[in-house]
């Protein structure tokens, strides 16, 4: 269990925020919407226009967590490619 885990499983504490491009398979967009928004730990889903389909953002406990978080977005069918962008402060 990681500190600031709760038994459920349910992040209490967020130490981290990325924002991650999703570019997909033309005809699967929507698909990988809907697959997306069950998923726990993305926070905001957006679809754009441009050389990525899809935005969203993740929070997640620590860097491990959200790299197991973007395999599981990887693993979406018709996601093609994927741009992780770590937020940081200024």
């Keep these: 269990m990681y500190p600031g ?3 459920t499983g349910l992040i ?8 991650v491009l999703i570019k997909t398979e033309p ?10 928004r069950g998923i726990e730990g993305i926070a905001n889903i957006t679809a754009v226009f441009g050389r990525f ?7 997640a406990i620590d860097l491990d967590a959200a790299a197991k978080l973007i395999a599981r977005i990887r693993d979406v069918d ?4 994927t ?3 770590i937020a940081t402060t200024l």
């Design 12 to 19: 209490r504490e967020v130490f981290m925020v990325a924002g």
């Design 27 to 36: 005809t699967k967009t929507k698909q990988v919407y809907e697959t997306l």
């Design 78 to 81: 018709g996601v093609v490619a």
């Design 53 to 59: 389909d899809l935005v969203i953002m993740i929070r």
């Design 5 to 7: 885990r709760e038994a």
């Design 83 to 85: 741009e992780t962008l």
